[in-house]
C-alpha cells in the first residue's frame, strides 16, 4: 500500500511525543535562563535557584552528613554487652578490672566515656561508651589490643558471662560535645531514635535549637549519631539527680520558648523511640 505525502505526515504527528505539563514549563524556562544577560544578575540568580536549588542546597549535596554533622576529631564506639542474669556480679567485676587498664593503656588513643548498667530498659545490659582518637586511633587501639595477652585473657573469660553483644560506631554532633569525666552522682538517660531514612540533616536544625532550650533544666552528656552498625540512629544522653527531678525538669521544659516546636518538628522525622535508665559502674568516667 502506497500512502500519499499528507497521509504520512498525519501517521508521523500521531506518533510525535508529547511534553508533559512540567516539561512544557521547564523547558522555556531553562531556555530563557541560559540566554539571560550577564547584566541581569538578580534575575539569573532567581531562576537558577528555582531550576537547581540555592547554593547551599547545591553544596550541602556535595558532602556527606559526616562531614557536615560532626565534631569530627573523635569517633565513638558503643558496646551493648547482655549479661547472663546469674552472672551479672561476675561480669562487673571482670570488666571492673579489665577496662579501667585498658583505659590508662591508651597512649591518647583510647579514652572510656562511661560504662554503666540498665535499670530501666534492656534489664542485665550493659553499657560502655569508648572514646577514640579518630578512625586511626581507633586502629591502632584495636590492633595493640590483638596482641595483649591480658585482653585476650579478658575475652576468653568474658564470653561464658553474656548472652550476646552488639557495637556501634558513631560521630558526634558539632553541636553537642561529649562531656568530659566528672563524678556528679544520679541517674543517666539514654535516648535512642530511629529516624527515617534521608532526615538527619532536619534532625540536626531541629535539635540545635532544642538543646539550648533544655539545658537550663538539665546537664547533657552527649549526642551522636551512627556510622557503622545500625544506621540512622541517633542517641542522646541526659544526667538528672534522680528520677523524680527528671520528671519535673522533662515539665519545665515544656514551657521553654521554641522547646514544643522542637519535639514537634522532631517526632515525625523518626520511626521508633526509646528512652533507657542508666546506672554508672564504679569505675565509669561519668558517674
Not at 527528671?246 to 520511626?271: C, F, I, M, S
Request: charged share 25%; net charge positive; aromatic share 10%.
Amino acid at each position: 500500500m502506497i500512502l500519499s505525502r499528507t497521509a504520512r505526515l498525519g501517521l508521523a504527528a500521531s506518533f510525535r511525543p508529547t511534553l508533559s505539563a512540567s516539561s512544557r514549563i521547564i523547558a522555556p524556562l531553562s531556555r530563557s535562563y541560559s540566554s539571560l544577560p550577564p547584566e541581569n544578575i538578580e534575575q539569573r540568580s532567581l531562576v537558577g535557584k528555582i531550576l537547581h536549588g540555592s547554593p547551599t542546597a547545591q553544596a550541602e549535596s556535595r558532602q556527606t552528613h559526616s562531614a557536615i554533622l560532626a565534631r569530627g576529631k573523635y569517633v565513638h564506639e558503643i558496646q551493648k554487652h547482655r549479661v547472663k542474669p546469674e552472672c551479672v556480679e561476675e561480669y562487673i567485676a571482670l570488666v571492673s578490672e579489665h577496662y579501667p587498664r585498658i583505659a590508662e593503656e591508651g597512649q591518647g588513643d583510647v579514652k572510656l566515656t562511661g560504662s554503666w548498667m540498665t535499670s530501666v530498659g534492656d534489664q542485665d545490659t550493659a553499657l560502655h561508651i569508648w572514646e577514640f582518637t579518630g578512625y586511626q586511633g581507633q586502629a591502632i587501639a584495636y590492633d595493640r589490643l590483638r596482641r595483649d595477652p591480658a585482653y585476650l585473657e579478658y575475652q576468653r573469660r568474658l564470653r561464658p558471662l553474656i548472652r550476646s553483644r552488639e557495637n556501634q560506631v558513631c560521630l558526634e554532633f558539632a553541636f553537642w560535645p561529649t562531656a568530659p569525666p566528672r563524678v556528679t552522682g544520679g541517674v543517666y538517660e539514654l535516648r535512642t531514635y530511629d529516624l527515617k531514612p534521608g532526615n538527619m540533616l532536619e534532625w540536626e536544625t531541629h535539635w540545635k535549637k532544642g538543646l539550648e532550650c533544655k539545658r537550663p533544666y538539665c546537664e547533657p552528656v552527649g549526642a551522636w549519631f551512627a556510622q557503622l552498625g545500625n544506621l540512622n540512629v541517633v542517641h542522646h544522653m541526659w544526667q538528672y539527680p534522680d528520677l523524680a527531678t527528671r520528671k519535673r525538669t522533662r515539665e519545665e521544659a515544656w514551657q521553654a520558648d521554641g522547646w514544643p516546636e522542637t519535639v514537634y518538628h522532631t517526632v515525625r522525622l523518626a520511626n521508633r523511640m526509646k528512652a533507657r535508665i542508666l546506672e554508672p559502674l564504679p569505675f565509669s568516667s561519668l558517674r
